[in-house]
Nanobody
Framework: QVQLVESGGGLVQAGGSLRLSCLASGRTFSSYVMGWFRQAPGKEREFEAAISWSGSSTYYADSVKGRFTISRDNAKNTVYLQMNSLKPEDTAVYYC??????????????????WGQGTQVTVSS
């Protein structure tokens, strides 16, 4: 069982930056692929970024490529999402998710098993 707790959300002006953190419980954090998803009002949850257990492989949605960076610190059981050049359309609840490392790094929400409660990010124009 893995419990995930996100933090770092808030209100920021367009063009600004935020860093989200996701703290995982348990002693096997390094065995898990970690992902970040977001869900805006009235929309489906969508993939933003994912990182392999070692951090050597990262994947991004086209909409955030070049602006967002996912990273992890296995010693701290934490995954991060650095978000730069934020746009109003980035406004959403952001969720971190985990699944035990398999053959790849999933980018579909249905493949993730554990989810955090979400943190709100609001970007004003």
């Amino acid at each position: 069982q893995v419990q995930l707790v996100e933090s770092g959300g808030g209100l920021v002006q367009a063009g600004g930056s935020l860093r989200l953190s996701c703290l995982a419980s348990g002693r096997t954090f390094s065995s898990y692929v970690m992902g970040w998803f977001r869900q805006a009002p009235g929309k489906e949850r969508e993939f933003e970024a994912a990182i392999s257990w070692s951090g050597s492989s990262t994947y991004y949605a086209d909409s955030v490529k070049g602006r967002f960076t996912i990273s992890r610190d296995n010693a701290k059981n934490t995954v991060y999402l650095q978000m730069n050049s934020l746009k109003p359309e980035d406004t959403a609840v952001y969720y971190c998710a985990a699944v035990r490392q398999g053959r790849g790094v999933p980018q579909e929400s249905g493949e993730y098993v554990y989810w955090g409660q979400g943190t709100q990010v609001t970007v004003s124009s």
